[in-house]
Each structure stands twice: as structure tokens, then as C-alpha cells.
């Protein structure tokens, strides 16, 4: 029998993708570069939970601005109250100087009128220190019984 022999060998085959140079090829094992599309979602993976994991993050981060423009706040309302108070010192200040000079004021050589007008300048700062409202009161020595 002529064909008894097959020409071929039945372990392998002819088709082109099946030759020994296409396995041995390193083009072929290269793995194709990954799609803009693939590498977007491989990106962010599972959308839900990397939305739960951004919501977190965007709650932490509202909790800590707002816990910082709270403390802001009160920074400066301290410094207004501080300021406020230095304010009205300063202006306590000011007004002692302007009675003790009030009260110090020569008039031996001022005529009626400026000795008139400095004595009921004289009679404010006396009715103002007597019936001062912040310390303790000034005219206790009215109800002085010795006087």
C-alpha cells in the first residue's frame, strides 16, 4: 500500500498559528498595553465603594474645615473682647487725666466767667467720682453718722 505512510506527521498541523516560530515568538507573548477605558474603571475599581470610600473622605474633611472656622472664630472674638477692653481702659485712663487736670486747674488768675465755667467743671468731676456705679461706693461717708 502505497499510503500506508502518512505524509505528514498527525501530531501536528499545518496551520500557520500552530508552527513551532509562533510559540517561540516574543511578539506574540507580549501582552497588549491595557485600554484608556479598562484603565479608568481597573482605576477606580468598584464604584460603590469607592464612592462610600469618597464620601468619607469628604465628610472627614468638612468636619475638620468646620472645626477649624470654629476655632477661628472664637480666636477672634477673644481678640475683639480683648481689644474691647484695652479700648475702655485706655478711655478710663483718659478721663482720670482730664479730671485731675480739671481739678488741678489755677484760678487765681482766670476771670468770673472761666472761674465760673472751671468750677462747675469741677462740680461734674465731683458728682461723677461720688456716684460712680463700677467699685465700691464713693459715699458711704454720707450716711456717716460722725460728719
Partial sequence: M???TPLHDSTTSDSPLDSPMSQDSPIEKESRPIGRK????????????????ILEEIARQSAIRIEMEQKRQEN????RAEYAKEREYLRKKEIEKTDRETMAMDTSHMSPETKQFWKLERRDVMRRRLFRDDGPSNTDWLNDQNH
Fill in 2 to 4: 502505497l499510503n500506508e
Fill in 38 to 53: 479598562a484603565a479608568k474603571g481597573k482605576k477606580w475599581g468598584n464604584s460603590s465603594s469607592n464612592t462610600s470610600k
Fill in 76 to 79: 477672634e472674638m477673644a481678640i
